[in-house]
């Protein structure tokens, strides 16, 4: 049974409060938490943004985009209402001087004793200076926390400088880096699954493993976001993040604990075990793409550059052969994917065990087992294994799956968004979910040599057609070596 436990009293500022991720995520996340009966009733959220808008105007607004976001989350309106009576506003520029942050000193006048977090869920170029004039309106108290949204920098220098600016005002241990794929139920699951079972650990190294296949396909396009997209790509909006994490919580060595400390050392050491992508392997083992003009679920969709409105070489797919160099996973590629505009949405980590020495049954008899954890959508686990086809008829192996879909084994319970559970974290304190800077920094230094690689003759993003699984280049790098993506028919 699911138990929500009530966190601490706290004052959440949100700055950004009328962006997307703040009506879109947010809220509906803080709702969702409410209505579980979670949040204490002491607690406030003041949204600061720059429209002007005043509190009945705020609150209209996210009751509007509550439908949108969190459907069917509100049967009983008194209680809407009573979330959004815990709601305020405040009009502000973050970039105006001390003084005129006035209106937010006295909105969180009386907040002695609660846990104060600021959220910011703005432009990164405001992440330092909203820390700054934080500290000169006396709003940094040594207890706050800061809470920083993706991107943190563009590279490994931006991301120092955001990182040192912040740093000056929060110290670490309530700075919150938040990289959302740590907060959905699957990725947890997959450190339970690692570490809770006794017969997964000892088969869970280049002894037994061939290579692990990470993908992360989305159906959609650039969403409004070419501005931000365009300058980025996908390297740095996916992989340089999530897919690092990801691959981080397959190849991490056991921590000795759930201690946040524990379990970000252990990510640190495989980042750090990153075998280093240059110029002269990028062609080889990196494939970028770019989505045209095609057909996803059913719809006519348009190329990424008329989508931004003009021609651009930005990777909306990239394809990568990863490699950690350890007594672990020497020799163990670990090929990751991630792309707009392919035929579905599916995130999906495929461990791929090698197959059997001696085949008695026939050479092609079965197929080497597989273990497949699907993030989203339809959270599940499957374990691949060869079995007897029942019956008469000679001794035939059919290899098929041991099923364990959440959905059916846990119906009827809610799978919480994963900023429902990173912003209780926040309250709480628990970083384990949360990047801590030395992992972020590794994670630029191995991404910064691949852009650079690919400046320096990694060629140009090939066309991939919307509604596909990617250049026909990403299925010939696994073919080379004689591996293949797993994408069974759904
Ligand atoms: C964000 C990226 O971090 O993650 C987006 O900036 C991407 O481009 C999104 O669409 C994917 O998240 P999810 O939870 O929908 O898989």
């Given at each position: 049974m699911a138990e929500f436990i009530p966190v601490p009293p706290f004052d959440l500022v949100v700055f950004g409060a009328t962006g997307d991720l703040a009506l879109r995520k947010l809220f509906p996340a803080l709702l969702h938490r409410f209505l579980d009966g979670q949040i204490p009733a002491s607690s406030r959220i003041i949204g600061v943004a720059r429209a002007d808008l005043d509190t009945d105007a705020f609150r209209k607004l996210v009751y509007e985009s509550r439908g949108k976001?969190?459907?069917?989350?509100?049967?009983d309106e008194a209680k809407c209402d009573e979330f959004l009576s815990h709601i305020a506003y405040v009009r502000l520029d973050a970039t105006a001087s001390a003084p005129e942050w006035a209106p937010l000193n006295a909105a969180l006048a009386g907040g002695e004793g609660k846990v104060r977090i600021f959220y910011l869920s703005t432009a990164p170029s405001l992440f330092v200076p909203i820390a700054q004039r934080l500290a000169e309106a006396g709003l940094a108290t040594p207890d706050s926390r800061i809470v920083l949204e993706k991107p943190i920098g563009r590279d490994l220098a931006s991301s120092r400088a955001v990182n040192d600016g912040v740093g000056a005002v929060f110290e670490e241990h309530n700075t919150f880096r938040i990289d959302?794929?740590?907060?959905?139920e699957t990725v947890q699951n997959l450190l339970v699954l690692r570490f809770a079972n006794m017969l997964i650990e000892p088969i869970w190294s280049r002894a037994t493993i061939d290579h692990v296949q990470i993908t992360v396909a989305e159906?959609?396009?650039?969403e409004g976001r070419g501005d931000y997209y365009d300058k980025s790509g996908a390297l740095r909006d996916m992989v340089q993040n999530h897919l690092l994490q990801l691959l981080c919580l397959v190849a991490l060595?056991?921590?000795?604990?759930?201690?946040a400390d524990a379990i970000r050392t252990e990510k640190l050491k495989v980042l750090s075990a990153l075998r280093r992508i240059g110029p002269q392997d990028v062609v080889a083992k990196t494939v970028r793409g770019q989505y045209r003009e095609g057909l996803v679920n059913g719809h006519k969709t348009p190329a990424y550059a008329e989508e931004i409105g003009r021609a651009s070489k930005t990777e909306t797919f990239v394809a990568i052969k990863a490699e950690v160099d350890n007594w672990r996973w020497a020799g163990v590629p670990f090929y990751l994917r991630t792309g707009k505009r392919m035929g579905a949405r599916r995130s999906e980590i495929v461990v791929q065990f090698k197959d059997t020495p001696v085949q008695i049954f026939g050479a092609g008899a079965g197929s080497p087992n597989r273990l497949v954890l699907r993030l989203q959508p339809d959270e599940g686990v499957r374990l691949w294994l060869n079995i007897k086809e029942p019956g008469p008829g000679g001794l035939r192996v059919k290899t098929a799956p041991l099923d364990l879909s959440f959905a059916e084994e846990f119906g009827g319970v809610r799978y919480p968004d994963a900023y429902e559970r990173l912003l209780m974290d926040v309250v709480r304190g628990n970083l384990a979910l949360f990047m801590r800077r030395d992992e972020v920094d590794a994670a630029w230094e191995w991404a910064d040599e691949l852009l650079a690689a690919w400046r320096d003759g990694g060629g140009e993003p090939h066309a991939y057609a919307s509604g596909s699984n990617g250049p026909t280049q990403s299925a010939l790098m696994l073919d080379r070596d004689g591996r293949a993506w797993w994408d069974p028919e759904r």
């Open positions: 976001f969190a459907p069917g989350a509100c049967v959302h794929y740590l907060g959905k159906d959609i396009g650039v060595e056991s921590p000795n604990s759930m201690d």
